[in-house]
């Protein structure tokens, strides 16, 4: 992916950032009432280098993004338990199995293997110089900054070789589309957006996966809710697979390549435990006074 450096911050007017500052907080008080209806524009006609200089790591789990061509600023964010949740779920899935298969590459367990060995395993799996997964961090493209919710790429590449996004409480289908199309469009090897529909029942929820792999024109669309027929885990149809080839400069023979696998139907009943979870916990602070 083509990719520009972070701009140096700058310094803004104290009006200005007053007004952005303004604005950010009320986007914010929509989220409740307006759901699904994000991403929330901010401002308009405002100049790079201002939204450069205002945008710091206080701002990050909000999803704050620069489209280029109209010099808007938007706010993707979402605080919500199911958002959260998800984005780390995501995050651990790709550690925890690019670990199991470089110490299967080994031929060693983790009880068996020493610190050479693992060192090995990872080295035959090309991330010697460091494999990087990220949460919400800000890239810079010749489309203008956004930050994913969830990244990952090899060190020796420098850029992101695959990119998640999670729309529910914010952001619109049709906006987890443009997400996607963004980084498609930027060069990401693959996006990936899970569209966890707001409007829907929380036991039995809308769920859906847009996926987009780089050398292919069109995105695909995927339903994974309990109407769709994903009622049982493992299911075939219901299997997201993503080449490590994607993630990793790697070495391997293209026979021996290996996939992340994500099961649908895990993430379909992660919603629905932690979307039920976050229903509880706001009535039972509601009626406590306490929110």
Known sequence: MQAREQPSAGSIPKKQRKQLDDSFD??????????????????????????????DDSKAAWGLAYNSSTQSILMYGDTGWVHAYLQGYFLQEFLSQLHKLSMDIAGVSDDQ?????????QDELGIEEGFQPYGRTTMYTALGAKSPDASFYAAGFGARSVVIEIAHRNESFAALREEIAFWHAAGVGLALGFFVDPKSDKVNPNLILLSHLLEEPVVKQQRFGRMSGCSNPGMPAFQLQIPISLLLESKLHAALDKHINIDLYKVQQKVIVHWEAAHEYALSHTSAGII
């Open 26 to 55: 009320q986007a914010k008080a929509k989220l409740d009432s307006q759901r699904g209806q994000g991403p929330f524009v901010l401002a308009s006609k405002v100049p790079q280098s201002v939204f450069d200089a205002w945008d």
């Open 113 to 121: 293997s020493s610190y050479e060995q693992r060192s090995r395993a």
